[in-house]
């Protein structure tokens, strides 16, 4: 069964705005972690952000943070004043307990100048 | 360099011909992952090492798949019989952490074209 649920195969935003990346996440374990990484047309995969499940603040990492509700298991990634540069494929990621670390599709963000 | 090294970074090879793909962590990193990505997609999971033991392989497509880390450091998946399917880039990665806190530190990946 799919846990990580990103719903958007693609998204635009405009030089400066703020965009916001869905993603949702399904798991009955109580010790679990989220990650988001970014991964530009050269391949790499760059981590950008981690929330634990036990958190009580979202993680906030520059430009990047992490709404983080976990009541409706939602994990989105907000991306303040967009750069041309943040174009990429974004992955939202979870890991549960001590087991692997699965990933959702992606979303593939394209910023206008 | 101190970051997660695969290699090759480019395979051609032909159908039924066997392949290995090596991964060399970060140093002191105990848990070592495979992923498979195909073109658009996310990475699909294979197989996650804590140590040398195989803590999951749940995601290894069938038995013509097999990954070993035989010291607890590098690691080497390797595909028999291979086919036109297994055409993907094929990632490694590490984290120092056990449990869920620890981000993955990823290599560049191993492309794997099978003609």
């Known amino acids: 069964a799919q846990k990580i649920t990103q719903t958007q195969p693609g998204m635009f935003v405009q030089e400066k705005e703020a965009v916001t990346l869905d993603c949702t996440y399904d798991t009955s374990d109580p010790s679990y972690g989220l990650f988001w990484y970014k991964q530009p047309s050269s391949g790499e995969m760059i981590f950008l952000i981690y929330?634990?499940?036990?958190?009580?603040q979202n993680a906030t990492e520059g430009r990047y943070s992490l709404n983080f509700q976990k009541a409706r298991k939602s994990a989105n990634l907000v991306i303040s004043a967009s750069q041309l540069g943040d174009s990429a494929m974004y992955f939202c990621?979870?890991?549960?307990?001590?087991?692997?670390?699965?990933f959702g599709a992606g979303t593939r963000l394209t910023v206008k100048p | 360099g101190a970051g997660v090294s695969q290699t090759p970074s480019n395979k051609v090879t032909e159908k039924g011909k066997y392949v290995e793909l090596r991964c060399d962590p970060i140093s002191g990193h105990t848990a070592l992952y495979w992923y498979r990505q195909s073109l658009g997609q996310g990475p699909e999971f294979l197989i996650y090492f804590q140590g040398t033991g195989a803590a999951d392989d749940s995601g290894l497509p069938n038995d013509r798949f097999f990954a070993v880390r035989p010291e607890g450091s590098v690691s080497t998946l390797k595909i028999q019989r291979t086919e036109r399917g297994d055409s993907a880039v094929y990632l490694c990665?590490?984290?120092?952490?056990?449990?869920?806190?620890?981000?993955?530190?990823f290599g560049e990946g191993s492309r794997l074209t099978v003609l």
């Open positions: 929330q634990g499940s036990y958190d009580q």
């Open positions: 990665a590490s984290s120092r952490s056990r449990d869920n806190t620890g981000e993955l530190f």
């Open positions: 990621a979870m890991r549960e307990g001590f087991n692997n670390m699965r």
